[in-house]
C-alpha cells in the first residue's frame, strides 16, 4: 500500500494530516464574517490591555477607549489574542533563545559534521568480503535499527540456523537443532582472561547460566584462534594467544552468534512480540556493542561530544522558555502540561508514524491507521485542551521544542563523519547495493555477476534487505517463479518473489520495531533515514 505522491510536494504527502485537522479545527471554531445581502454589518466593544489581551466587552459596557470593530475584525484580533507574546521583554528572551540554539545546530551541523556523503563506489556484483548483511548495515547507517536484526535473522534462516514463520500476523524464529547457545565471549573472556583455571561451576554461577552455554562458547572461541584448556572441571586461558578483531567462527559471524545467544538463550521457538522483549532487546544491545567497538572510530567519528551539547542546549532552552513563560507571561501549569504532553506526541510520534503508514512502511497498514487515528484525536485533545485552558498559544516555547527535538535528531545524523577508510568501505558497499537496485532491463543487459538463479536470490536476500534493496532485488528475480513461493528456512509460502521481499523487508522489520518499542521509545531516526535513502541516483549500467 503506498500513496501516489508523483507530482505532489513533499508538504502534502498526508504526514503532516494530524496538524493540519488541528489548525482547520482552530479555523472552524473562529465566528464567521458572512453577512446576508443588505444585513447592516454587526459590531462589538473591543479592548486590548497592557500586556497585548483582547477581549470582547458585553453589548452596552463603555470601555476607558471606546471602539468599534466588525466581525472580520474581531476574528483579526482574537487570532491575535490566540498568539499573544505577552510583555515586550518575553519574546525577546524566548526569541534569543530559539536563535542560540538554532546557531548552535547549524554550526555543528554544517561546520563540524558534513553528513553521508553521497556514495561514488562502482557497481560491483558479490558484497564485500567478510562482512555480514548486519554489518554492511551498520558501516552503512553508521548505527543500528531494527532492520538490522531483522537482516540478521534472513541471514541466519538462509544459513539454516534459524527457521522463520508466521503465527496469525506474528513472525516467530526456531532455533536449528545443531545449532548451539553460547554466552557472552567478551564477558566469559574478561573472566578467564587472568590466565588462571577457573571452576566451570563457578564460571557458571557467576554468569548465571547452564555450563553447557560455556562449552559451547568455548569450542567457538577456540576455532576463532584462542588458546583455552579444558580439563572437565577448570576453563584455562592463554592471555598470549589472542585474535584481535572481529571473527568469522565457522559458519556463522560474531554478530550473527550473539543474536543467538540472546534470542535462544532459554526457548528453541520465539515469537516476535512485546511479550519477549527480554531477548530482543539483549540482541539489539549487543548488536550496538559491536557497532560500538568495532567500527566507531575507525570507520567514521560520531562527534558524541557536540552531540551531547546539543541535547544539553536543547533541554536548557525548554526549560528556561517555560520560565519566561511561568514568570513573565503568567500561564496555568496544569493545562500547559497537558498542551506539552499533546504536542510532543503528535510531533514526535503520530505524525512520523502517520508519514510511514502513507509510504506503505507498515505492516497491517490498515490496523495501524486506525490506532493512529485514535492516537490523533488523543493527543490532538490534549492539545486542543491545553489551548483552551490558557486562551493562548505558547508559540516561541512550541518552536524551541521543535527545534531542539528535531534538530538534535538532525545533528545526530550530520555529525557522524566517516573516516577515509570508511569512506572506501562505504564505496565498496554502496557498489554492491547499486547492483541489487538494478531493474530487470538493465540486469539483462549486465554483463557482470552471476547468473540469476533461485539460490542467488535466497543468498543476496539478506544483504538486499540490509541495504534498503529487496524490492528491486525481487523484481530482477521476478521471473524465476511465476507462482506461489517456497523456502526451506521458511514455513509458509508467498504470493511470489516481490511478495516475500516486501513480508521479509517490510514486515518483518516493523514487528520487530513494535517488539522493542514496547520498552524502548526509538524516536524517529529510522523514519528519518528511510527518508533520506529514498534519495537515491540511477546505478550506472555497463554492456
Known sequence: MRFPTEGITH???????????????????????????????????????????????????????????????????????????????????????LLVLLGYLLYAGFVVGKGRTRASGSLRP???????????????????????????FVSLAVKKAITLEMQGHDFAVCKAADIKVGVAQDDLLDLLNDGVPHPLAELAD?????????????????????????????????????????????LLGKDEQVVIDNVFCEHETLQITGA???????????LAAIESTEFQQRYYNPNASFRKAGIGLGVAAVLLALAVEFFLVGIDLFAMVFMLAGFLFLIGKVIPQWGLIIRGKVHRPAVMAGWMLLGTLITGGFFYYGVSAQGRVPLLLLLITIAAMRGNSWLGKRLKVPTPEGRRMMDDIDGFRQYLLLTPDQSRMCSQGPARTPKLFEDYLAFA???????????????????????????????????????LGTALPYALDLALNDANNRGTDVADDEEEEEETEKPTVTK
Not at 558484497?127 to 547507517?141: C, H, K, N, Q
Not at 532485488?473 to 511470489?496: I, K, M, T, Y
Open 11 to 97: 508538504m502534502v504527502q498526508l504526514r503532516y494530516l494530524p496538524l493540519l485537522l488541528c489548525i482547520l479545527a482552530l479555523f472552524a471554531a473562529m465566528p464567521s464574517s458572512a453577512q446576508a445581502p443588505g444585513q447592516d454589518r454587526p459590531t462589538r466593544t473591543f479592548r486590548i490591555d497592557r500586556n497585548g489581551v483582547g477581549e470582547v466587552l458585553p453589548d452596552g459596557q463603555v470601555p476607558p477607549a471606546p471602539g468599534t470593530l466588525t466581525e472580520q475584525e474581531i476574528a483579526l484580533a482574537r487570532w491575535y489574542n490566540l498568539f499573544r507574546m505577552g510583555p515586550p521583554e518575553a519574546p525577546m528572551i524566548s526569541g534569543g533563545l
Open 126 to 152: 558479490t558484497p564485500p568480503e567478510g562482512l555480514s548483511p548486519a554489518i554492511m548495515r551498520m558501516i552503512r547507517l553508521m548505527g543500528t535499527d531494527p532492520k538490522t536484526l531483522a537482516a540478521t
Open 206 to 250: 557467576t554468569m548465571d547460566t547452564a555450563p553447557k552455554h560455556i562449552l559451547a562458547t568455548v569450542e567457538r572461541l577456540a576455532a576463532a584462534g584462542y588458546a583455552i584448556r579444558n580439563d572437565g572441571a577448570a576453563l584455562t586461558l592463554d592471555p598470549g594467544r589472542q585474535p584481535q578483531g572481529m571473527q568469522a567462527i565457522g
Open 276 to 286: 519477549n522483549k527480554g531477548y530482543l532487546i539483549p540482541a539489539m544491545s549487543e
Open 465 to 503: 534487505i540490509a541495504l534498503d534493496a529487496e524490492e528491486a532485488w525481487a523484481r530482477q528475480c521476478a521471473a524465476l517463479s511465476s507462482g506461489p513461493v517456497r523456502f526451506d528456512w521458511f514455513r509458509g509460502e508467498f504470493a511470489n518473489l516481490p511478495a516475500a521481499a516486501a513480508k
